[in-house]
C-alpha cells in the first residue's frame, strides 16, 4: 500500500508536446518526478472542468488505468482543445505523488459543440484597448481560461480572478505586455477553440 501524501511527496511535472494542435499529428505527454526511487509507475489523465471548485476533475486515459512504466504517453487524433494532468507511484522508497499541474493543448479550429469569439476580431491589440470574450454552446454555464505568460513565467487563471464574467462573457483592457492564450470550458467538460491575444504599445 501506498503511504499517504506529505509535503514533502514528490510532485510530478507534465509537458505536452506539441502545445497547438496540428492535423494529423500525435501528442506527446511526458510526465517528470524530481525524486529518484526505483519502480516509478505512471498514469495519465484527461482534465475534466468543475466550475463549482473552480478546479478539474481527472479521468484515466484509455490503456493507462493500470499506469505505465514509461514515462510518457502519445496520444493520437485529438482534434480539439483539451487538458491533461499525471501522477506516479514509486517503490523504492514507496510514494505516491498527487496529480501533476493540468497542462493543455490547443486547437484553434472550431468545435461542433463550444466556439469562442473575441471582440475586436484579431489577435493583436493596442495598449487600453478593450476586448470582448463570448463562449457559445449548448451546455452552459461557461468560464474564460487565461494561459498567460509574462517575464518568461506563465500562470493558469480564469476571468473571475482578473476581472467579471458578465454571462458567457468577459471583457478586459489589454496591457502593453500582455501575451495569452484564451479559451471557454463549460460545466459539462466541454472546451472551445482557442485564441492567442496579445497588447502592444501604438507608440511607433
Not at 511526458?30 to 472542468?49: D, K, L, M, Q
Not at 457559445?136 to 517575464?151: A, H, M, Q, R, Y
Amino acid at each position: 500500500m501506498k503511504q499517504n501524501l506529505s509535503p514533502t511527496a514528490p510532485k510530478p511535472v507534465l509537458t505536452v508536446s506539441p502545445s497547438w494542435l496540428s492535423p494529423g499529428a500525435s501528442i506527446t505527454l511526458s510526465c517528470r518526478v524530481e525524486r529518484p526511487s526505483a519502480g516509478w509507475r505512471f498514469y495519465w489523465y484527461r482534465a475534466v472542468p468543475n466550475l463549482s471548485h473552480k478546479n478539474y476533475s481527472y479521468v484515466p486515459l484509455p490503456d493507462s488505468i493500470s499506469g505505465t512504466v514509461q514515462d510518457s504517453y502519445v496520444l493520437h487524433g485529438q482534434t480539439h482543445t483539451a487538458g491533461y494532468a499525471c501522477r506516479a507511484d514509486g517503490r523504492n522508497p514507496d510514494y505516491s505523488t498527487g496529480y501533476s499541474e493540468p497542462k493543455f493543448v490547443w486547437s484553434a479550429g472550431p468545435d461542433p459543440t463550444a466556439s469562442l469569439t473575441v471582440t475586436p476580431a484579431k489577435e493583436q491589440h493596442f495598449f487600453f484597448e478593450s476586448v470582448s470574450i463570448n463562449c457559445e454552446g449548448d451546455s452552459p454555464p461557461w468560464i474564460v481560461k487565461e494561459f498567460v505568460t509574462l517575464n518568461n513565467r506563465s500562470k493558469l487563471s480564469d476571468c473571475s480572478t482578473w476581472w467579471t464574467m458578465s454571462g458567457s462573457s468577459c471583457t478586459f483592457n489589454i496591457y502593453s505586455s500582455y501575451r495569452a492564450v484564451h479559451w471557454c470550458e463549460s460545466g459539462s467538460g466541454a472546451f472551445s477553440n482557442a485564441v492567442n491575444i496579445t497588447g502592444h504599445s501604438t507608440l511607433p
